[in-house]
């Protein structure tokens, strides 16, 4: 298939900028996909789409403040570093703006003027220019980049963000993430108690969302394209109620396609699945079959991108750009901290 196929025309004013006062005031997009039909809620009442014995996945990944800025120690140059992943102790993936110069040997700071509370030497340089770098601090690290660090908000969101815990799901545990699971961010406490109350589980898995999320597809043919890795856990309590969800005939609803590309990388072609860690770099487009999933909650997703490929190998590349087409027509906000869709 074309990237082509996956474009679609979106006013600029559609782009949420913003998160809405109440996470659950989102607009619910619905779509059946055995009925073709399309039809409109909002998310606080998902629960009313949910039936006892299903199951939630939710992705508790936690987005770190991964954004910082300082300067080179040798001229004083400006820099912004954008974390991507731990390698190891103390060592982290990073892309460098700007960065054609930063070779080797190369030291920032940051923060602190004249006795920098945060320092980065890079150790080497790695595929797509991305750097190495070893910090040095005093403290605990993650403290210090609470301090300094800045949450890294997509590029499309230009509005500043008030409060750092709305680009957090209402469970965010493990700290890891580049860009929230923002299927998630519809959740309250409180409704997901009602979800419980009803009778539908919910469980977790954790992955840890690279930048790689955003990165246009450029190739013509997108099986041309190659895929990011991330780093995922599924522990056996999850993997045990998946599994006996699957076999007592309820539904199993990965919240977002990170939670299911986890459920899609360990199923076995039965639809179960094990607990386990490891990298994913799955690449789901039409014609793919799924295993383990059978309804998904997402929201709106960027023209050409990996992730409107993936909604349209669940739910059919004609009726999933369709139902764009219907939510720009009635106005549905886009992208991170834009509406939603139930998948069904």
Request: hydrophobic share 40%; glycine share 8%; charged share 30%.
């Amino acid at each position: 298939m074309k990237r082509q196929d996956f474009y679609y025309d979106l006013p600029q004013e559609l782009i949420a900028q913003t998160p809405l006062k109440d996470r659950s005031a989102s607009r619910l997009m619905l779509l059946d996909r055995k009925k073709q039909t399309i039809a409109h809620d909002t998310f606080k009442h998902i629960a009313d789409y949910l039936h006892p014995g299903d199951c939630l996945v939710l992705n508790d990944t936690r987005v770190i403040p991964a954004r910082l800025y300082g300067r080179r120690r040798d001229t004083g140059g400006a820099i912004e570093f954008l974390l991507l992943h731990k390698r190891a102790l103390d060592e982290w993936e990073v892309i460098l703006k700007p960065g054609r110069r930063a070779k080797v040997g190369t030291v920032f700071e940051f923060g602190g003027g004249d006795a920098p509370l945060l320092t980065a030497e890079i150790r080497e340089i790695v595929n797509d220019g991305n750097r190495i770098v070893k910090f040095t601090y005093e403290g605990v690290f993650e403290e210090v980049l609470d301090r300094l660090g800045e949450m890294p908000l997509p590029h499309y969101i230009t509005e500043k963000l008030e409060d750092k815990e709305r680009y957090q799901t209402v469970y965010s545990k493990h700290k890891g993430s580049a860009a929230a699971p923002t299927a998630g961010l519809h959740f309250t406490e409180e409704l997901l108690e009602q979800i419980r109350a009803k009778g539908v589980k919910t469980v977790f898995v954790t992955l840890h969302v690279g930048l790689g999320t955003f990165r246009p597809v450029k190739a013509d043919e997108i099986t041309e394209h190659k895929m990011h890795s991330e780093f995922y856990v599924i522990g056996q309590d999850a993997a045990d109620v998946i599994n006996e969800t699957k076999q007592n005939g309820g539904r199993v609803i990965a919240v977002g396609t990170t939670a299911n590309r986890v459920l899609e990388t360990v199923a076995d072609d039965g639809g179960r699945v094990k607990a386990q860690t490891g990298w994913t770099d799955i690449f789901i487009y039409p014609g793919y079959k799924f295993k383990c999933i059978d309804a998904l909650i997402t929201n709106f997703h960027l023209p050409e991108s990996t992730l409107i490929m993936l909604v349209s190998a669940f739910a059919g590349r004609d009726f999933v750009m369709r139902a764009y087409k219907t939510a720009v027509e009635e106005k549905y906000r886009f992208f991170s901290f834009g509406d939603s869709m139930f998948i069904f």
